[in-house]
Nanobody, 124 residues
Framework: QVQLVESGGGSVQAGGSLRLSCAVF????????MGWFRQAPGKEREGVAS???????SYADSVKGRFTISEDSTKNILYLQMDSLKPEDTAMYYC??????????????????WGQGTQVTVSS
């Protein structure tokens, strides 16, 4: 079974940075869609950033210019570099994957596999 394992979360002050990592186990594919989602207390899970294997990327408006999604496809690792963090970025962050799919999309229904999440807390 495909497994996604997030790491890199933690507690930082506003203005700080974190880099999240997602290690993908159980499959390899020449085409895929990968993404990051987050869910804050009392809110719906929302798409943060996504990419696909042909170079497309998408970002939520709330993180454009601050977050960068990237990958090491050889190692099957997805990254989310988060800079200029704000308290409203506080959430559980989830990695998601869709093997065989293309298009940098940001809906939960566009992904098949999910990690367990890593907590990001940004203090004011």
């Amino acid at each position: 079974q495909v497994q996604l394992v997030e790491s890199g979360g933690g507690s930082v002050q506003a203005g700080g940075s974190l880099r999240l990592s997602c290690a993908v186990f159980g499959y390899t594919s020449s085409r895929y869609r990968m993404g990051w989602f987050r869910q804050a207390p009392g809110k719906e899970r929302e798409g943060v950033a996504s990419l696909d294997s042909v170079g497309s990327t998408s970002y939520a408006d709330s993180v454009k210019g601050r977050f960068t999604i990237s990958e090491d496809s050889t190692k099957n690792i997805l990254y989310l570099q988060m800079d200029s963090l704000k308290p409203e970025d506080t959430a559980m962050y989830y990695c998601a994957a869709a093997p065989g799919a293309l298009g940098a999309l940001l809906r939960r229904s566009n992904f098949l596999y999910w990690g367990q999440g890593t907590q990001v807390t940004v203090s004011s």
